[in-house]
Nanobody, 126 residues
Framework: VQLQASGGGLVQAGGSLRLSCTAS????????MGWFRQAPGKGREFVAM????????VYTDSVKGRCTISRADAKNTIDLEINSLKPENTAVYYC????????????????????WGQGTLVTVSS
């Protein structure tokens, strides 16, 4: 499975960005894909995920209400739209796809995800 992320860049505080991630090498009918982020000097943290079967979504508390994750089944693509961006949202954003035995993990656990994109940098200026 290969994941290709795009859409990062420089944005002013209060602005919005839309990140996309396209998966290849596998047909998705179960499991989930999601987004994590890693700020400078910090660990990688969960942002959002969406399941392929029914579109169930999960968000980390800090982005609820200003973030939307969506999927395009035919394109094996997920998008992440983030509004009202803050300087503390500056990070490398990574898309991820479930490993084969994902069901033993919780939705937000980094260990659930066995495939990762290359990351796309989002810089929010104040």
């Amino acid at each position: 499975v290969q994941l290709q992320a795009s859409g990062g860049g420089l944005v002013q505080a209060g602005g919005s960005l839309r990140l996309s991630c396209t998966a290849s090498g596998r047909t998705f009918s179960s499991g989930a894909m999601g987004w994590f982020r890693q700020a400078p000097g910090k660990g990688r943290e969960f942002v959002a995920m969406i399941t392929w079967s029914n579109g169930r979504t999960v968000y980390t508390d800090s982005v609820k209400g200003r973030c939307t994750i969506s999927r395009a089944d035919a394109k094996n693509t997920i998008d992440l739209e983030i509004n009202s961006l803050k300087p503390e949202n500056t990070a490398v954003y990574y898309c991820a796809a479930d490993r084969n035995n994902y069901s033993i993990y919780n939705d937000t656990q980094i260990s659930r995800y066995g495939f990762w994109g290359q990351g796309t940098l989002v810089t929010v200026s104040s």
